[in-house]
């Protein structure tokens, strides 16, 4: 055994990976990625969060599976694992509050040479996907994808937290059509921001 299964890929070569010979040797590889680093991702991530640059942990692994070719022999097909762990700032559309979304990827991917081949694969299999690989392959821009497709169709907390309005009369009925993204782009109003240094001032604001 020369590998060294786990060891940190560095980010230049995530961002062209070799993924037909990742997948030969059998490699496994880890590490962490921040949300500033996948520009899709931050761009789903309110603003007015005070750690906005969170942390997903990733852990890729090559294997090859053999497989019946056209001409009746078989010849080794290669796969991919990759799973992916960690949180991120959403906004809440029941509220309009950040909260903390976890996200869970875990994907096997057939790895083909061409579009073409891609396109030809049966899907009848829901657990794989099939990914066009690369000498230069962008491991990031994969995992980057797939926790985009991991994403609640509609963000919200599991509870929201009691609000002020909750406890007015008639506040608990229809949620409002509007997207709420009206204000998103206004400076905070200074006077709000001396008002949260306050002591006692954020009250019912932690997350
Ligand atoms: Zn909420």
Not at 56 to 79: H, I, K, V
Not at 143 to 164: D, N, Q, R, W, Y
Request: charged share 30%.
């Amino acid at each position: 055994m020369t590998q060294n299964p786990g060891k940190p890929v560095s980010p230049a070569d995530l961002r062209a990976l070799d993924i037909f010979e990742f997948a030969k040797s059998g490699r496994q590889a880890a590490g962490a990625l921040r949300v500033s680093q996948m520009p899709r991702m931050l761009a789903e991530v309110p603003a007015d969060v005070p750690d906005r640059d969170t942390v997903f942990t990733w852990q890729g692994e090559g294997s090859t599976q053999p497989e019946l070719q056209d001409d009746g022999t078989e010849a080794p097909q290669p796969y991919l694992r990759l799973a992916v762990h960690g949180s991120v700032w959403l906004t809440c559309q029941r509220c309009l509050q950040p909260y903390s979304q976890h996200l869970d990827v875990d994907a096997t991917y057939r790895i083909v040479a061409t579009e073409e081949e891609a396109d030809e694969f049966p899907l009848d299999d829901d657990e794989v996907e099939v990914i066009v690989g690369s000498r230069q392959f962008d491991l990031v821009d994969l995992i980057e994808e797939e926790l985009l497709l991991s994403l609640p169709l509609v963000p919200k907390h599991g509870v929201c937290p009691e609000t002020h309005e909750s406890l007015l009369p008639g506040a608990a009925g229809d949620e409002p059509d509007e997207s709420g993204a009206a204000d998103e782009d206004e400076k905070p109003n200074p006077f709000a921001v001396l008002e949260k240094l306050k002591p006692g001032g954020s009250d019912g604001k932690k997350h």
